[in-house]
C-alpha cells in the first residue's frame, strides 16, 4: 500500500483537534476572554487552511488532489485516506465558513449565565469542526463512518446542556435515531469491503466502473440495491427525507443558537454529501432504478415541508421544517443523475448552509433578545431593529429563492436538470417547481409576524441594537448571499470536474436499468 | 501336631469378635481392646502361616505389628483422656461433632 | 456610433446606485437631498434612454447586444453547455420600454417627492423606488429569459416593499397593508411557477435561453426593406399609403417628447454594429460592395449596405431561442437538421425521460408563459392582488400597477410574438383570458367607492385589452396602447392621489381648531376615509389644476377622439374586428367583448368624474380640500399633454382629414414601423372607419348615460346609496359589481381556507400527532421499550440468569445430599471402612473365584 507525506488537507482537518487540546488545559475561571479567542482563532485559522487549500487547488482536474494515504489496518484494507475534489472543497469550505460564525455567535449568548461551562462548549464546537471536515475529505469507507458516528457526539452534548427545556429527550433522540442509520450503512460498508478487498473509496469506485466488482443488480430488491439502501437510509435520516425527519424539529428547537447553525448549516449536508460521494458511484444502477423513488420523497418533502411549515408557531420550528423543504430540491436534484441536477444540488447545499444558517442566526438573535420563539410574541420588529429588519428581510429572500441571490442559482439549476433528466422528468420539475411558491407563502408569512405590523407590545419597543460581533457575523452571509447570486461562476467552476465525473459514473447504467426497472422506462 | 487351620479358624473367630466390639460397644477403651484383639488376631494368623511355610517373614512382621499396635495404644489413649478431660465421657455415640 | 450602446448598463447601474445610497446614507440626509438623488438617478436613465434611442436612430434601427461589465457570465457549466450570461439586447422594442418606464418613471419620482413629505422613511421610499427601476429596466433589457426573470422577480419585490411600505401604521391598517402586499407577491409567484416552466421547457428544448444571439437577424422583412430601399434621408417621404413600412424614420419619439431622432442619411456614419452586421463604412464604397441586393447607394449617402437579409447563413445553434422555434416548426416529420455542433435536431424533442413534439413544446412553453403574464399583469386567475396593492402610496400604484410593472407580462408576450404566433391554441387561450378579463374587471369598476380600486380594476380591464391583442396577434396595438396607457393611467393614479391629499388636508382643517393638540389625523381616519369617493363631490372649483388634467385622463382613457386612448383602443378594435372576420372562431365574442368593456370603461370612468369633482361638497373635508403643491401637479399637466398627444404616435394609415394634417407632422404608423424592426409578426392594420365611429359612439353613449344618472348632483343620494344602488332594478347589478364577483371570497373557499386547514393538519396530525407522538414515540419508543422488557424480564432474568442460578442450586443440592455421608460417628465411619474393605477383598478375588 501507498504511504504518502503530509498533505494540507491533513493540517487543516486535525488544527481543530489542536484546538481542542489546547483548551483543554486552559482554566475557565480565569482565562475566560483567552478560552472564547481560543476557540475563534482556531476556527479562523482553519479557515485560512482550508482557503489556501483553494487557492492551490486545480479545478480542471477530476481527481483527487492533496492525497494523503497512511495504512491503519493494512490486513483488512483499512487506511487513513485523505483527498478532496471539487465537491468535498465545497463543503469544507462550507463548514470552515460556518464555524467562526458560529463560535463568535456563541460569544455574546446569555446561555453560559444559566448552564455554564463555557469551555467545554468550545471544545466540543472545536471538536464538531474536526469530524465535519473529516467527513468530507476521508476517502476510506470505515474511517468516514468512525468521523461520521463522532459527529454525533458532541452535538449531543451540545443539544444536551446547552439547549431548552425540552434538550434531553431532544439530544437523545438525535443520536439514537442518526445511530440507528448508520448501522445499516456499518453492514453495508463491511459486505463492500469484504467484497473488494479494501475500503478505500476510489478504487472500490474505480473496480465498480472497469467491472472488475459486480454487485448484482437485479430489480428494486436486489443485493445492489440493499446495500445502495444501507448506505441511503443513514444519509436519508440524516438530510431528513421524508419521512425520516421527526427528530429535526426537536433538535432544531431545543438546541442552543449555534448549535442549530451547525446543525442546518453543515450538518444536514452530510447526508446529501454521502448521496453524491458514496450511493451513486459505488452503485450506479442502484442509483438510477431507485431514482424516481428517492426523487418522489424529495418532492413529497419539498411540499410537505413547506405546508407544514406555514402552520407552524414557533419560528424555530418553522425554519426546521423549511429545511426539510430546501433539502428536498436537493435530493430531486442529485437524483436528476444529471450534470444540471448535481451542480445545481451541489451548489443549493451551500446556498441552504448560508441562507438557513442566516436564518437560524437571525431567530436566535431574537430569541436573545426577548427569550421567547412564538411568532405571535413578536410584531413591527422592523421599526424597533431597522438594520436588523433589512438584513432579515435579504436572508428571507434568499431562503425563497430570490433571482440575483442565491438560493435562486441552485433552485434553477436543480429544476432545470430535473426537466431533461433521463430518470425523472416532467411531472417531477412540475411538483418540484410548485416549492417555490409554497417557500413565499411560508418565509413572507413568517417575516410579515415578526417584522412588520404594528410595534404594539411594550417588550418590543426597547430591544437592545446589534452587536459588533452580530453585524461581523451576518455581514459575510449576506456578502455570501450576493457573490454567490450574482457571480456564481468561480464555483460552478470547482464544481464541473468532479460532478462531470460522477454523472459519467452513472450514464452508462441508464439505459440497463431501463430494462430492469419498468417504471424508470415508464415515466412521463 | 496341631493343623495350621486351627490356628487360621482361632484368628478368624478372634477377628470377628474384635470386629463385632469395635462395631457394637460404646466404651472408647473397650473398642480399642477390641482393635488391640483384631490387630492380635492378624498376628495369629502370621505366625501361624509363617510356620505353615517355614518362614521367617511372618514372625518378623508379627513384631512390627505388635510395636504399631503399642505406639497406637499408647497415642489413642492419650487421645482418649484428652477427651475424657473435655466431656467427661467416653461415649463414642457422643462424640459426632464433625458430621455433615 | 457602436460604442454609444454600450452605455446601456449604465440604464441598470445608476438607479442601483441611487438605491444603494439612500438606503445606506438615507436616514442621514434631509429629505431634499434624498429626493434629489432618487430623482437624478431616475432623470440620467431617461439620459441614457436618449442616447440609446439616437443610437438605433443612427444606426437603421438595428439591435445591439451588450454583455454587463466586470461580470463575467453568470451561470455557466461548461461541461453541459450551459451558459447564461448578463447580457443586455438594444433593439426597438426594448428601447420603445426603456422610453416609457424612464420617462413616467422620472415624472413620478417628481410627484413623489412632494407626495411623501414628511413621511419618516422618506429616504427608503426613493430607495426601493429607484430599486424597482433598476429591476424593470434589467427586465425589458436582458437578452435571455433568465435575465429578464430576475428583472420579473425583482419588480415583484419591489411591488411587494412599496406596497407594503407603511406596513407600522395603527389600528390594524399596517398589518392590511402588508398582507396587501404579501398577497401580491404570492400571486405573483404563482405567476412566476409558470415563467419557471417555460424557461425550464425553452432551455432543453433550444440549448439556450438567449432571446437573439449575436449577427441574428430579427426581422427578414425589414432587413430587405433596408436594403432595397434604405437610406432615404428625407424627412415625412415615407410613402402615404400606410402598407411600407421601410425606412419607416418617424421624427417622433416613442415615448418621449423631444422629436428629433434626426438621422438623415447624409450625416449618418455607416456603422458596423454590435450584432456584427456587416454595414459598408461611408457610403462611397457603397457602390462598390453591394453583395446580393440591389443597391441605391445614391448620392453617396447609401443606406446600409447588408450583407445577409435572413438568418439561413446562420448554424441552428447560433440562432436564438424565436428564430430556432421558427425553424423547428417548419420540419416535416422525420425531418433533421444540423445543428451546427455534430447533433441534429428534428420536430420530436428529446427530453431525457420523454419527448414531445415541437408544437406541443411550444404550446406548453406559451401557455406557460401566459400563467406567468396572469400573475404580472393582472389577468384572470391571478388578478386579485392587483385592487388590494392599492393599499400602497399612490406614487407606487401609479408606477408600478400601472404604467410599469404590469405591463411587463403583455412585454414578454410581445417580445415572445414568434411563439405565440406558432402557438395557435395559446393565441386562442390568452385572447379569451384578455376578453374575459377585460369585461369583468370593468364591470367590476364601476360598483366601487374607492377612487383607487375604480382605476386598479380599469387596469385590470385595461391590460386584459392589451392581452387580447396580443391573442390576436396584433402585438403593435398591444404595445401602442401600452404606451397611452402608461401615460394616462398614471396621469389618473397621480391626480387621485392629488385629491387624496387636497380631502385630507381639508379633514385636517376642518378638525384642526377642535383637536390642536391630537395632531393625528389617523385617529380620526379610522372613521373618515379620504380615498371614498363619497366624501368627496365639487373639488372641480377646489382643484382646477387636478381636474382639468384628470378630465383629460378620463377623456383618453374612454377613447374620445382625439385623445390618446382613442387611437390605441381603436387600433386594438379595429385589429380584433379584421381578425374575426379573417379567422371566425371566437373572433366576434372577442371583438363584441372588446367593445362591451370599452363602452364600460367610459361609464365608470364618468361616473367617476361626477361623483368626485362636479356636483356639490358632501362633505366637511371635500369642501376645505384645496390644490396640491406645484411637484404633484406639474407632472399632471406633463403627463395631460401626453395623453392628449400620445396618440399619435401610431397614427394609421387612410385616416385621411380626420387626422388635420397631423400625420405630416407625426408621420404615419411611426411606432409600428419602428417596433417591428423587433416584432416579427407585428402587422399593421388598416384603418376601419366604421369601428372608430362605433367606438366614438358607444363612449360617447356611455358618458351620457352616466351623466343622465350620475350627473347634477346625483351621485350619491341622500342615504350615502348610489343611484344604481337605490335604484330597486339595478341594485343586483350594482350589488354584484361592488362585491367584485366574489372572486375573492371564492378563492377564500376554493384555495385559502383549504391550503390554511391543510396546513394545520399536515402540522398537528400528521407530522406531530402521528408521525412525531404516535409513530415514532408510541410505535417506536414502546414498541422498543417492550423488547426491551421482554428480553429482560423472561429472557434475561428468567432463562439466562436461570439457568446460571440453576446451576449453583444444583450444586448445592448435590453438596447437600452428599453431607449428609457425614455422620460424625465413629461407628458408622468404622462400618463404613469395614464394608470396604470386604468390597475391596471381594473385587480383588473376583478373578480367583471365577478362575
Redesign the interface.
Known sequence: MDVSGLSLVTVVLFLPLVGFGILLFMNESTQRQAIKWTAFGFTIATLLGAVLLWSQFDPSNPGLQFVQRNDWLPTFGVSYYVGIDGISLILVLLTVFIMPLSVLASHVSHIFEERGREKLYYMFMLMLEWSMIGVFVIQDLIVFYVFWEVTLVPMYFLIGIWGGENRVYAALKFFLYTMAGSILMLLAILYVGSQAGTFALPEITAAVQSGDLVFPFGGLLSPQSFLFLGFFIAFAIKVPVWPLHSWLPDAHVQAPTAGSVILAGVLLKMGTYGFVRFCLPMFPEASVGWAPVVATLGVIGIIYGAWVSYAQTDFKKLVAYSSVSHLGFVVVGIFALNAQGLQGATIQMVNHGISTGGLFLMVGMLYERRHTKALDAFGGIWKALPLFGAISLVITLSSMGLPGLNGFVGEFVILLGTLGSSTLGFGFALFATLGVILAAVYLLYMFQKIYLGELDKEENKNLPPLAWQEIAVLVPVLVLIFWIGVQPAVWFNMLDASTSTVVAAVNPFLQQVAHIVPAVAMLP | MVPTEAYIILSMVLFAMGAMGVLLRRNAIVVFMSVELMLNSANIALVAFSRHWNQADGHLFTFFVITVAAAEVAVGLALIVAIFRTKQSINIDELHLMEG | MQSLALIAPLIILLPSLGTIIN?FWGPKLNERFSSLIGITASASTFVVWLVLFSYLNGNYYQPAIVDLPI??????????G?EIPWQQRIDTLSVTMMGFVTFVGTLIHIYASGYMHGDPRYARFFAYLNMFLAFMLILVSGNNL?ML??G???VG?CS?LLV?FW??????V??KN??AA?KA??AN??G??GM??A???A??TFGTLDLYKPTEVTNPHMMEALASGGGHGEEGAAPANGAAEEGGHGEEAPAGEEGAGDHTGSAAQLVSLASDLPIDQEGDHGEAAAEDHGESASEGHAGPVIAYTDNTHLTFSQLGIFAQAERLAQLGEGETLERGDGTTAGRMIN????ELDIDTVITLITLFMLLGATGKSAQIPLFVWLPDAMAGPTPVSALIHAATMVTAGVYMMVRANSLFHLAEFSSLVVTIIGVLTALSAGYVAMGQFDIKKVLAYSTVSQLGFMVAAVGVGAYGAAMFHMITHAFFKALLFLGSGSVIHGVEHGHHHAHEHKHDDHGHDEHHAETFDPQDMRNMGGLRRKMPITYATYLIGTLALAGLYPFAGFWSKDEILADSWVAAIQDGKFAGFVALGLFVAAALTAFYMWRQIEMVFHGSPRTEAAEQASESVWSMTVPLVILAVLSLLGGFLNIPSGIGLFSFGLQGVFGEHTLSTWLEYSVVHLHVGAFQPLIAIVSLVLAVAAIILANRIYGSNKAINSEGLDPLEANPASRPIFALSNARLYWDEIYGRLFITP??R???F???V??MAF??DY??DSVITKGFNGIGRLLSHPIDLGIIDGAVNGIGRLTRWISGG??????????VY??AL?IGVVAVIVFMLLPVLQG
Not at chain 3, 461580470?71 to 453541459?80: A, E, H, Q, T
Not at chain 3, 452428599?818 to 461407628?827: C, I, M, S, W
Open positions: 438606503f461580470l463575467d457570465g453568470w451561470i455557466r457549466i461548461p461541461s453541459v450551459l433568465l426573470f430576475v420579473w422577480e425583482g419585490l411587494y407594503g406596513f407600522d401604521k395603527k389600528h390594524g399596517g398589518l402588508s398582507n404579501r407577491f404570492v409567484r404563482i412566476d411557477f419557471l416552466m424557461i425550464f421547457l432551455f432543453w427530453f431525457g425521460a420523454f391550503f390554511n391543510t396546513a394545520a399536515l402540522a398537528n400528521v407530522d408521525l412525531h409513530f415514532h452428599l453431607r449428609r455421608t457425614q455422620a460424625g460417628y465413629v461407628r468404622a462400618v469395614l
